[in-house]
């Protein structure tokens, strides 16, 4: 009964986000503020009213958009002030990209820089007249208060309409440009020489020091450094792929990865990679272990694998639904404190380890200090190579190696019983897609089934709850409910990840399924003048403006993850509307690429593809030894990115699959009982190759 009173008093205090599932608005849902969630009754309510729109924008496992909640939305005088002059929205930016990237690219205008959270004004009409981020709630450092901002943008609204009118016009008009996000490529053509150009670009933006780009705060940017990896492939110029390793070295030792518990924060907030902004986000880790994956295929070296299996591990520990499905975040803050849950005092590891000498090893390695390396605590981050600790201590590296990692297993368990960070438990299709990306290639790599298995079971999670009727995917889902249209990341990354997982398990639902939701694609996000996809779909929400995203942001961009799906479906169906509809996006886009390669790492990796063209190996396995399993194993270890590599384990290939062109191999000395390979290349098939030896040779000759 008590608890019940309870629910009801809380019910009574809060605003209209207490409906929602979203775990951030749900977040602000006890505000005094007089928060509405985006849809018809608020933006009615601030035309019937004629009162301007506070937008405000953010996400769960944001640091800032907590401090600004507690600073000013908390407050019931800033509150008050809010209430009585504007109509207050808040938007969950994972939930509504869409709105989020209007006017992201609004802010980006005004200031040249966006971020979150993301405050706005806005007309009743929904036109931006200030736009800023987070704006403390007192004037300091000359940035004005939030409470300073509120009366003069109600008393401009009041008086000064002409003003504002005069605001919001430049503001269309410079966003109406700024949608279409990249410039034409007409007579630029598509070839190498778009690599080249690119990638050596790419190199001068590099930190050769410390690796990645940029100085602070520094972002991972894997979809570049894949792209990278692809220069190197198709140019043998050995500084792309040194450069690449130097990064994934610098991040994996850094205290931006989790050394006890495995996966990578969000970013650093220096140039070293030393102190993260501790969020960890399911997209970053998805995308993170395809790089290391591939570090690890081209430079044969099991520290990169251990990285791989060591996120995936913590993914599947604590970012997995019981459904399968996968979560969407973690929290920067535990128990009120940014980082808490992830620092460490000396005296806490002495306690856990309870070995000297093991302590003095484990700390002098990762940098821990009595007084500490971050505000009294310890971050964990590799500060001497094993090598010298070896030559120290008087062991061997390997010794010292399995010292450490006995001693993270201890913290580990120690860390166990501290209270975890917040988790921002919504299921996001497009997320879901490069996480289940990052476990087929973890399964490449690893040969470990589990991860098969689980990519396998993600796939089928969205299948029955994220998918409608024709062909069509809602975006998010929570609490039992899926809502929202999808947007183009969904659907691209959802088709890249059925391509990705049917090549290591080719059953023909999941390429059949590929090529429904591609058609749907094209039918509802396919632009016809511009040849290119629309960000939302052709019965989506009207917003002020509709927009285009080539550019590669926290996610790939969703026309480049497209072009890349279109050209493997052309290969393993040979519809040439694929092919003519990626190589139009190709022509749309190159000459944005080749100026400016930092932001568009994954559609360089689509046209590499393009250029390279793929090689094509279907291989017929079934058992689990011999010279077929042996074939596996390695091409799943090669790193071959323009491999289009079919397995098949079982006798016969599926009638269904007969129908694709990539599977018709007609040979009469061939019996179901056979394991062999083939090896195709601009239409040209090998014979059947029935060696590891013979197939390391077919291939070799096509590279």
């Not at 410079?174 to 778009?194: F, P």
Request: charged share 25%; with cysteine; glycine share 6%.
């Amino acid at each position: 009964m008590h608890l019940h009173e309870e629910d009801r008093r809380n019910t009574e205090k809060s605003n209209r986000l207490i409906s929602e599932s979203s775990p951030y608005l749900l977040q602000h849902a006890q505000n005094p503020v007089n928060w509405y969630p985006w849809g018809e009754e608020s933006l009615e309510k601030a035309k019937q009213e004629n009162k301007p729109i506070f937008l405000s924008i953010g996400y769960s496992a944001c640091h800032w958009c907590h401090v600004m909640a507690h600073e000013s939305f908390e407050d019931p005088e800033t509150a008050g002030l809010m209430n009585e002059n504007f109509i207050n929205i808040k938007v969950d930016r994972e939930e509504r990209p869409d709105i989020d990237d209007i006017y992201q690219r609004v802010c980006q205008l005004a200031n040249g820089t966006g971020g979150w959270p993301l405050s706005v004004f806005l007309t009743p009409n929904q036109k931006p007249f200030y736009v800023g981020t987070y704006i403390p709630k007192e004037s300091r450092h000359g940035m004005p208060g939030f409470h300073a901002i509120l009366t003069q943008l109600a008393e401009a609204y009041k008086a000064k309409k002409s003003e504002i009118e005069s605001a919001t016009t430049e503001f269309l008009g410079a966003l109406e440009h700024s949608a279409k996000d990249i410039q034409r490529s007409d007579g630029l053509s598509i070839d190498r020489s778009v690599l080249d150009e690119a990638g050596v670009g790419l190199l001068h933006m590099s930190d050769p020091v410390y690796g990645g780009f940029g100085q602070a705060p520094k972002f991972p940017n894997p979809s570049n450094l894949t792209f990278l990896l692809r220069c190197y492939d198709i140019s043998r110029i050995s500084r792309y792929k040194e450069f690449v390793l130097l990064t994934a070295d610098r991040m994996a030792s850094g205290g931006i990865y989790d050394h006890i518990g495995g996966g990578f924060a969000r970013y650093s907030t220096d140039r070293r990679w030393f102190v993260p902004h501790f969020e960890k986000m399911l997209y970053d880790n998805a995308l993170l272990v395809q790089v290391y994956a591939e570090a690890y295929q081209i430079s044969n070296n099991e520290k990169y694998l251990e990285v791989v299996e060591k996120t995936l591990e913590y993914v599947k520990r604590e970012m997995m639904s019981p459904k399968k499905g996968f979560y969407s975040a973690q929290d920067a803050d535990s128990e009120g404190e940014e980082g808490r849950y992830y620092l460490w005092s000396k005296e806490e590891i002495l306690k856990s380890l309870d070995d000297e000498t093991i302590a003095e090893i484990f700390c002098e390695y990762y940098g821990v200090t009595q007084a500490g390396n971050y505000e009294g605590k310890n971050i964990l981050s590799v500060q001497i190579p094993l090598s010298e600790l070896s030559q120290r201590y008087e062991r061997p590296p390997e010794i010292l190696k399995k010292i450490i990692n006995d001693a993270l297993s201890s913290l580990f368990k120690t860390r166990e019983k501290r209270e975890k960070p917040g988790l921002d438990d919504k299921i996001i299709t497009a997320w879901n897609g490069l996480m289940i990306s990052g476990f087929a290639k973890g399964y490449r790599v690893t040969a470990n089934k589990d991860y098969l298995e689980i990519a396998k079971s993600a796939l089928e999670f969205i299948g029955s709850n994220l998918s409608r009727d024709h062909n069509r995917l809602y975006r998010t889902f929570k609490n039992g409910i899926s809502k929202l249209n999808g947007y183009l990341d969904d659907y691209a990354f959802y088709i890249n990840a059925l391509l990705d997982v049917f090549e290591i398990d080719p059953n023909p639902a999941h390429l059949e399924t590929a090529v429904r939701y591609t058609d749907s694609v094209i039918q509802h996000f396919w632009d016809p003048v511009n040849q290119n996809f629309f960000f939302t779909s052709d019965d989506h929400e009207e917003l002020i403006v509709r927009t285009k995203n080539f550019y590669d942001l926290a996610v790939p961009s969703g026309n480049s993850i497209a072009a890349s799906n279109l050209l493997r479906l052309y290969h393993l169906t040979h519809r040439n509307d694929y092919l003519e509809k990626a190589e139009q996006i190709f022509k749309q886009s190159a000459k944005s690429a080749v100026e400016n390669p930092f932001g568009f790492g994954q559609l360089l990796s689509a046209i590499y593809l393009y250029v390279k063209k793929p090689i094509e190996i279907t291989l017929r396995k079934t058992k689990d030894s011999g010279e077929a399993h042996l074939m596996m194993g390695w091409l799943n270890r090669q790193f071959i990115p323009n491999a289009i590599i079919v397995v098949l384990e079982n006798r016969f290939i599926p009638s269904k699959l007969q129908e694709y062109p990539f599977f018709k191999v007609s040979n009469s000395s061939i019996t179901s009982e056979m394991e062999y390979a083939v090896v195709c290349r601009d239409f040209t098939c090998s014979l059947p190759i029935f060696t590891l030896a013979g197939l390391q040779k077919q291939v070799g000759s096509t590279l």
